[in-house]
T-cell receptor, first 116, second 117 residues
């Protein structure tokens, strides 16, 4: 089954304790992206990756890191989480973005993160 | 830069009534347009999309949307609302020609659809 898998789905942590949210897709997609969803603000892009070893900042990258060492995986790293990073996070993938592709996204089920 | 505006953060309709969710965009090139739906406690899933060709596109669950270039709109409609349609709906635009540090995808802020019994 084609899917985007995120882990953990729920996490409560404390300020400053490094954490990683994993994202894996099994569709051989080139493009992957992280979003955070907050009430009244919709979806805001954190980072995206056009392909392996190619990553770029989205609209709200501060406080986050990503890596794309393999095509299927795109982990989101919070080196020193703060309470303002409490949010619902979504990973998404697409066959590609650009002239050759429509940019249709496949989303994971979300990771709800609470930073105390 | 492109943008997406969804009119109304919350829309409430009665069961059986017409659903109309509005989306307007700005883009320097003919865009690809999408509607995504997010059911409670789930991720987003594609409802329908417009790329080229017929401007009236049909999606899942009886929804459809019409691309109107002159109005820069891509409104989502459904003739008769069901209780199961209660969800968050997101309009998105891809200008599919961008590069240089931007992926060309822009989402609206979402519209929460409430169905009254």
């Amino acid at each position: 089954e084609a899917q985007v898998t995120q882990n953990p789905r729920y996490l409560i942590t404390v300020t400053g304790k490094k954490l990683t949210v994993t994202c894996s897709q099994n569709m051989n997609h080139e493009y992957m992206s992280w979003y955070r969803q907050d009430p009244g603000l919709g979806l805001r892009q954190i980072y995206y990756s056009m392909n392996v070893e190619v990553t770029d900042k989205g609209d709200v990258p501060e406080g986050y890191k990503v890596s794309r060492k393999e095509k299927r995986n795109f982990p989101l790293i919070l080196e020193s989480p703060s309470p303002n990073q409490t949010s619902l996070y979504f990973c998404a993938s697409s066959i590609g973005i650009g002239r050759k592709n429509t940019g249709e996204l496949f989303f994971g089920e979300g990771s709800r993160l609470t930073v105390l | 830069a492109q943008s997406v505006t969804q009119l109304g953060s919350h829309v409430s309709v009665s069961e059986g009534a017409l659903v109309l969710l509005r989306c307007n965009y700005s883009s320097s090139v003919p865009p690809y347009l999408f509607w995504y739906v997010q059911y409670p406690n789930q991720g987003l899933q594609l409802l329908l999309k417009y790329t080229t060709g017929a401007t009236l596109v049909k999606g899942i669950n009886g929804f459809e949307a019409e691309f109107k270039k002159s109005e820069t709109s891509f409104h989502l409609t459904k003739p008769s609302a069901h209780m199961s349609d209660a969800a968050e709906y997101f309009c998105a635009v891809s200008d599919h020609t961008s590069g240089g540090g931007a992926d060309g995808l822009t989402f609206g802020k979402g519209t929460h659809l409430i169905i009254q019994p």
